[in-house]
C-alpha cells in the first residue's frame, strides 16, 4: 500500500489567494482526519470524517476553512481566503479506528506570505 | 489547562544512556494513551501504545499512573537514531473519540 498520499508537499502563496490541499487516505481506512501542525500550538485536530461524513469540525478555526471528502478515496481541505497565520503544516491521517492506528501522510507545508 | 501537557526539552543525552519523559494530561475519564514518534520535517508516527499495567518494547518501556494522571516513556541505551521528537496521545471523548496530541518533546542522542 502507498500509505496515505498528500499534495501538493509545499505550497507558497499570496494572502487573499485560495488554497486547496488534497489527501488520498489508505484504501478500505473509515476514518480520515485533517490535523495542522505549528511550534506554537502543536498537532491540532481541524475535522474527521467516518464513511467520508464529517463528524467533528470543532477544531477547524473559522468559516475561512472547510472540508470535503466527496468519495472514500479523496479529501479535500480549503482555505479561502489564506492568510499568513494559516502557515503551518497540514497533515492528513487514516485509521481503521478513531482511537487507533493514525497513519500520516507527509503532510503539506503551507505558506502564505 | 492544555488537555496534554509535555516539557519541549530539548533533552541532549550521550549515547547509551538512559532518558525518560512524562507527560501529563487532564482528563481523568481519558482511557487510551499512545506515544508517537516525529523525526524533524516528518510525519507522527506510532511508537507504542501504553497499556495500564506498562508495557515494554526492546528497549522502551511506558508506564501510565492514573492517580497522577501521568504517562511516561524511557529510553535505555539510546542511540544516535532514537534523535526525534516524542509525542504523547491520549484518548479524549466528547461525544466522538479522538486523539489529542501533546506539542511533543525532543530529544537529542550525541556521540
Known amino acids: 500500500d502507498a500509505g496515505v498520499i498528500q499534495s501538493p508537499r509545499h505550497e507558497v502563496t499570496e494572502m487573499g489567494q485560495e488554497v486547496t490541499l488534497r489527501c488520498k487516505p489508505i484504501?478500505?481506512?473509515?476514518?480520515l482526519f485533517w490535523y495542522r501542525q505549528t511550534m506554537m500550538r502543536g498537532l491540532e485536530l481541524l475535522i474527521y470524517f467516518n464513511n467520508n461524513v464529517p463528524i467533528d469540525d470543532s477544531g477547524m478555526p473559522e468559516d475561512r476553512f472547510s472540508a470535503k471528502m466527496p468519495n472514500a478515496s479523496f479529501s479535500t481541505l480549503k482555505i479561502q481566503p489564506s492568510e499568513p497565520r494559516d502557515s503551518a503544516v497540514y497533515f492528513c491521517?487514516?485509521?481503521?479506528?478513531?482511537?487507533?492506528?493514525?497513519?500520516f501522510g507527509s503532510g503539506t507545508r503551507l505558506t502564505v506570505v | 489547562r492544555k488537555e496534554v501537557e509535555q516539557d519541549p526539552g530539548p533533552f541532549n543525552v550521550p549515547e547509551g544512556a538512559t532518558v525518560a519523559f512524562n507527560c501529563t494530561y487532564s482528563?481523568?475519564?481519558?482511557?487510551?494513551f499512545f506515544w508517537y514518534r516525529q523525526d524533524c520535517r516528518k510525519e507522527p508516527k506510532l511508537l507504542m501504545s501504553?497499556?495500564?499495567s506498562g508495557n515494554e518494547d526492546g528497549r522502551f518501556t511506558a508506564q501510565l499512573n492514573r492517580a497522577s494522571q501521568y504517562i511516561s516513556l524511557l529510553i535505555r541505551d539510546s542511540k544516535l537514531s532514537d534523535s526525534a521528537t516524542y509525542l504523547c496521545v491520549v484518548i479524549v471523548n466528547t461525544g466522538f473519540q479522538k486523539l489529542v496530541f501533546g506539542t511533543g518533546t525532543r530529544l537529542l542522542v550525541s556521540p
Open positions: 484504501s478500505g481506512h473509515d476514518y
Open positions: 491521517a487514516s485509521s481503521l479506528r478513531a482511537n487507533y492506528g493514525y497513519t
Open positions: 501504553v497499556y495500564s
Open positions: 482528563n481523568s475519564a481519558s482511557q487510551s
